[in-house]
């Protein structure tokens, strides 16, 4: 019996340590298979990613990027504009009656809500390199400080802005017939101090030559420079006229000016309109050719704009 007791004692532990290496083993295995199953899908991910096309990648990497363009890339984008549409400049020509529009003006700056600015008395003649320089930057820097919109007024020639790198305000002036024989009838009474000579010369600005009387040169740019940067010059004799175009082209600074003339026109003038002699009209003809020339282009120019203005 007690012989029996030993073999049933041995077999018994023998089945315990039977089972604890099958258990032991099992649980390697196990862990073994987990260990290779996260291996395989941590490598499935990364192929995934790796196989995903290059035109894919590029495209999500595209998508992600912010980018702010330099002032390089923006090119022309990054410029002014010649002229400023806020900022309006009367130049006015002796005996032209351009101190009419300067008065709409400044009854308009309080209505139409901007400010009216007249420059220093000058001769309007012709100013050094320095002297053009000084004036612009002095505009410029009052353009800057002031809120705009603004209007100028002087008595200055064209003044070319962008010689100077300086954004030019938007140029406006008023002409007339330099054949008016009112003009002459003043010369008799011995008013000369506002004798109208013509605005060939004023609108061809600064250069010297732009002062020779009867020159091609100094109409022609005269032309050009009122086609580039004078959007409307008006015609004294056609204020009805100039005024529905201006209220048409800025009407920022110019709405209500036909009212304000309506007010301001002289009552009970007389319509008789002086005439000159044929003889005398036609030797000043002669002598203002290219005056009498570059009238007759702008009062088209200024008809152009009434009609299709409607």
Known sequence: MRRFRGVLTGLIGCLTVAFIVFSTRSLTDDQDLFDKESKDTSTNTIDVYANQPKEQIAKNKQTQKHVTPSLAELGGRGTLPEMNDHVLMVTRIPGAGSELLVLILQRLQGYN????????????????????????????????????????????????????????????SLVRDPLDPRTLDRFRNGDSSMIYSGSVAHFCGQDIRCTQRNSKWALERAKANAIRWYPVIGILDLMDETLQVLESSFPQFFEGAKLVYKNLRPKNISSEATSLKNTVKKRLGKILAKEVEFYEWLKSRLLKKTSSNG
């Open 113 to 172: 809500a901007f400010k009216h600015i007249r420059l220093p008395p000058g001769d309007d003649g012709i100013l050094t390199n320095l002297q053009q320089e000084l004036l612009v930057e002095e505009i410029t820097s009052i353009i800057k400080q002031e809120a705009v919109p603004l209007s100028f007024d002087g008595d200055v020639r064209f003044l070319n802005f962008s010689s100077f790198d300086r954004q030019a305000p938007t140029f406006i």
